[in-house]
């Protein structure tokens, strides 16, 4: 049995610039970290050639090409395996499907490829997890989304991601000290607005918009260059300000991006001492993300009581094989097999 741990992302800046219709006219940039909230991948091996896949249904087929879960499919296609596997996930929040607005999806995937190659006795560097995983959502199957997902998660930590005209993508660690690191942290407040979206509504929009909004994504993208170095600076004075100009931007993106009963929320905060906030992912619902000084904390929640509040902190791993049984499919695991051309 092989166990992958993958953790989801709260997005800060530049969110948008990681399509393709952008960063193939200029260099897009993300400012994003993960947080202690998971998705959980088991991959066992049966004693029958059938494959099963236990997420909200439980399917049980005989191919591979029969998997109705499409990212499992495409997963297990590209991983090589094509019988006898159980696959289920558990996940520490909303099922990838309920569109929560911190990357699920690209956390199943990404963990779901770590998994089923641990399971083939072999250690997948973050690189192929996040290029594999792209290629699976983006290319097989059309999800009108961009890269930035797929690198956050596999990746792990706070990270400055730069997407390239090329294909390329440069993940460069975040370096803050302890106290600037907890203080960011504790003055981050996330709330589900209890509204359930689906991120190919809004993002196929996007897509279509983004030759028409280049000024306001380069815009977005400046701001991920400028929240980036306030952190490096050790100063957080700047950070909801530069999260509300975000916003503001954001929301030209998309008439799906917000709604009134959104923008009604953001409001409330904003008057309970908020200096900024955006809607993780896509937009039109999922969490609400602001940072707010402690002296507002509790004048925040009581404006907000409506909504079920998450609290999470940072996480500076990326997707993990955390427990390892002692039938792995091949050459077994402890023999440390690479790929991606580390060694083989």
């Known amino acids: ?22 960063y193939d006219n200029m260099p897009g940039a993300v400012l994003s970290t993960t947080i202690d909230k998971y998705i959980y991948i088991t991959v066992n091996r049966r004693f029958s050639d059938m494959l099963r896949v236990a997420y909200s249904q439980v399917e ?10 499409r990212l499992v499919r495409e997963s297990m296609k590209l991983s090589g395996l094509k019988k006898g596997i159980d696959i289920s996930y558990v996940s520490d929040l909303l ?51 961009g890269k930035q997902d797929q690198y956050a998660v596999a990746y792990g930590g706070l990270n400055f991601i730069e997407f390239y005209g090329d294909e390329t993508v440069s ?26 979206t689906r991120s190919d509504l809004v993002l196929t929009e996007q897509r279509k918009t983004t030759k028409d909004k280049l000024g306001t994504l380069e815009k977005m993208v400046n701001l991920a260059h400028e929240l980036k170095d306030s952190l490096e600076r ?27 009963e959104i923008e009604n929320y953001y ?29 507002n904390h509790e004048k925040l929640k009581e404006a907000l009581k409506d909504l079920r509040q998450l609290p999470f902190k940072f996480e500076t791993s990326g997707s993990r094989i955390i427990y390892v049984g002692n039938d792995t499919y091949e050459k077994g695991y402890d023999k440390y097999n690479y790929i991606n051309g580390v060694k083989k």
Request: net charge neutral; charged share 25%.
């Open 171 to 196: 993940v460069k660690k975040v370096i803050i000290p302890k106290k600037i690191r907890e203080k960011l942290e504790d003055n981050l407040l996330a709330f589900h607005t209890g509204i359930y």
């Open 267 to 295: 409001k409330k905060a904003m008057n309970a001492g908020a200096l900024g906030g955006k809607i993780l992912g896509s937009g039109g619902g999922g969490f609400l993300l602001f940072y707010c000084e402690e002296e």
């Open 1 to 22: 049995m092989i166990i992958s741990k993958t953790p989801v992302r709260t997005s800060f800046a530049g969110g948008g610039s990681d399509l393709k219709a952008y």
């Open 95 to 145: 099922p990838a499907h309920e569109g929560s607005g911190l990357g699920s999806s690209s956390s199943l995937t990404v963990g779901t490829l770590n998994a089923l190659y641990a399971h083939k006795g072999l250690t997948a560097s973050a690189e192929l997890l996040a290029s594999q995983a792209s290629d699976i959502e983006i290319n097989k199957l059309g999800a009108p989304i």
């Open 234 to 260: 050790k100063d957080l004075s700047e950070f909801g300000n530069i999260l509300h100009k975000n916003w503001v931007l954001k929301k030209e993106m998309s008439d799906k991006m917000t709604n009134p």
């Open 60 to 69: 049980e087929v005989e191919k591979v090409e029969d998997i109705q879960h």
